[in-house]
């Protein structure tokens, strides 16, 4: 099992900057690759960016250029920092860490105003 716990979440107006952070706790020995998603209300659950245990990094087209996910392996963290907001990145942002079995945080809220 492992144990996902995200925080970084908040209000923010355009142009602003957010980081959020994805501790992770448990037999992590076996994940893959980590990554967040984000569902904003009414829509489904978007793949935001992912990383792997390498290193390499994968973005939606949307948030190329103002997103960078990186990890710490010795913190077992995952962030993603988050520039130059808009108001359509408002949304839940869910941690993933991805091995034999997939494992979801509980959801941070991001908010941009305009």
């Known amino acids: 099992q492992v144990q996902l716990v995200e925080s970084g979440g908040g209000l923010v107006q355009a142009g602003g900057s957010l980081r959020l952070s994805c501790a992770a706790s448990?037999?992590?020995?076996?994940?893959?690759?980590m990554g967040w998603y984000r569902q904003a209300p009414g829509k489904q659950r978007d793949l935001v960016a992912t990383?792997?245990?390498?290193?390499?990094?994968n973005y939606a087209d949307s948030v190329k250029g103002r997103f960078t996910i990186s990890r710490d392996n010795a913190k077992n963290t995952v962030y993603l920092q988050m520039n130059r907001l808009n108001p359509e990145d408002t949304a839940v942002y869910y941690c993933?860490?991805?091995?034999?079995?997939?494992?979801w945080g509980q959801g941070t809220q991001v908010t941009v105003s305009s």
């Open positions: 993933n860490f991805y091995g034999a079995t997939s494992y």
């Open positions: 448990g037999s992590i020995s076996s994940i893959l690759a």
């Open positions: 990383i792997t245990r390498g290193g390499s990094t």
